[in-house]
């Protein structure tokens, strides 16, 4: 299809930054632009009808790593490091409720709990042994003892005694805040082109053309905030990584209140409008799961059926309302890829299960290399 005259003129020309992908880094990365090029022309393109990779497809913790998860983290990396990482999902969450507001995103803290299996008993133990050193090792990021036991007051079946519980943790109504990006991203005059993928792009020196599924465009400099889709336009080693959820229908009287990890974090949990929104289980076919494609299986699907009926809701009659999958961008680090890639390209790609907590960074971040 050719474009008109009025078309290209209003929508395409002149374009200084153009951000690919309106996941939560690329709009937070087009609202950072806005605020240092207040007259700059910024545009947006966005293969979905809505934005069709993680930000709308997430659990909405807003969390800073299970202790086992950090634990597993200083196997791995210095003490500075691991430090540097939660401090980093701190700020992060941080940012978000300054630029959006807690109402906005419906931020409701009431901590978040890791529950260990029976099975796991090594596990377990170790986690309570370290509770002590974690808690001092992390207390420059959160300001006092962020970790503590809890004992299993919402009855969960099949687990240790005790939950080792953050209380900083908190969640948040996803759609609420990638709708209200979506808003200030408007109010901000910044374009908006969904529906349009991007194919690729030749960096000219001073100019960009990028071609895109429909037409091609110029542009002066490129933004690539795709996240689990950055190997389509980068030569980034970002693995694609699909995480299927199920969420039930309303529960009369549901108890269960936070957020929840279990399994060493391969299955996670909420409560959400009465609801129990319950995801994972990429452990039980990780090569299956390392796709781009949406969807869900039988083998995942079965799984967390079965466990959310056998330990999270044992006693209470539960029925599924809903199911789906969301693609994220994983890597052999857990450190987002934020740089510039040539002359006029920039990404910030590769935020593994932890965008909602530093993404409004990321965006940020990304901006700033401009
Ligand atoms: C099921 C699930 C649960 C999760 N739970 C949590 C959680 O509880 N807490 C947490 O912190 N994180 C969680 N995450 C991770 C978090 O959602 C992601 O890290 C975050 O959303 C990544 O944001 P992004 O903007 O980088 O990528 P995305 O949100 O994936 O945005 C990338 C956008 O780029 C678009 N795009 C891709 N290629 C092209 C192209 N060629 N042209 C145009 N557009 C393109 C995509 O359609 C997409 O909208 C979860 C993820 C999933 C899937």
Same mark, same amino acid.
């Not at 979905?48 to 990779?53: I, K, V």
């Not at 969960?156 to 005790?162: D, L, S, T, Y």
């Given at each position: 299809m050719n474009l008109s005259y009025w078309e290209y003129k209003t929508w395409l020309s002149n374009i200084d930054f153009t951000v690919v992908g309106s996941g939560i880094v690329g709009l937070n990365c087009a609202l950072s632009l806005r605020e240092r090029f207040p007259k700059a022309k910024i545009l947006i393109l966005e293969k %979905?009808? !809505?934005? @069709? %990779?993680a930000s709308t497809k997430n659990a909405g913790f807003a969390c800073f790593g299970s202790i086992s998860e950090i634990l597993a983290d200083l196997e791995h990396h210095s003490e500075e490091e691991v430090v540097e990482l939660v401090k980093k999902r701190w700020d992060g969450i941080q940012l978000l409720r300054k630029n959006l507001g807690d109402t906005n995103i419906d931020f409701q803290q009431h901590g978040g709990h890791e529950l260990f299996l029976k099975s796991h008993d090594t596990l377990y133990q170790s986690c309570l042994k370290e509770l002590k050193k974690v808690n001092q090792l992390l207390k420059p990021v959160f300001?006092? /003892?962020a970790f503590q036991t809890n004992e299993n007051s919402f009855n969960? /079946? *099949?687990?240790? @005694? *005790?939950y080792i519980t953050n209380r900083f943790e908190a969640q948040i109504d996803t759609g609420k805040m990638v709708s209200n990006l979506l808003k200030l991203v408007q109010k901000n005059r910044i374009g908006i082109l969904n529906s349009i993928k991007v194919e690729g792009f030749t960096d000219n020196g001073d100019m960009l053309t990028v071609k895109t599924d429909q037409f091609e465009f110029q542009t002066k400099k490129l933004c690539i905030a795709t996240n689990g889709f950055a190997s389509q336009l980068l030569e980034e080693t970002v693995k694609p990584a699909r995480a299927q959820v199920l969420i039930t229908k309303p529960i009369k009287n549901l108890h269960i209140k936070g957020t929840f990890h279990l399994d060493e974090g391969y299955y996670y949990f909420r409560n959400i409008d009465n609801r129990i929104l319950f995801g994972g289980g990429r452990n039980l076919d990780f090569q299956g799961e390392q796709t781009l494609k949406f969807g869900e299986t039988d083998l995942i699907q079965n799984q967390l059926e079965s466990i959310l009926k056998e330990s999270i809701l044992p006693s209470t009659p539960f029925e599924i309302e809903r199911r789906w999958s969301g693609i994220m961008g994983m890597g052999n680090q857990k450190k987002p890829i934020v740089k510039?890639?040539? *002359? *006029?390209v920039f990404c910030g790609v590769? !935020? %593994? %299960?932890m965008g909602i907590a530093i993404g409004s960074l990321v965006g940020k971040e990304l901006s700033e290399l401009l």
């Open positions: %979905g009808t !809505l934005p @069709e %990779g300001g006092e /003892k969960f /079946k *099949n687990i240790q @005694e *005790n510039q890639v040539s *002359n *006029n590769r !935020l %593994g %299960g």
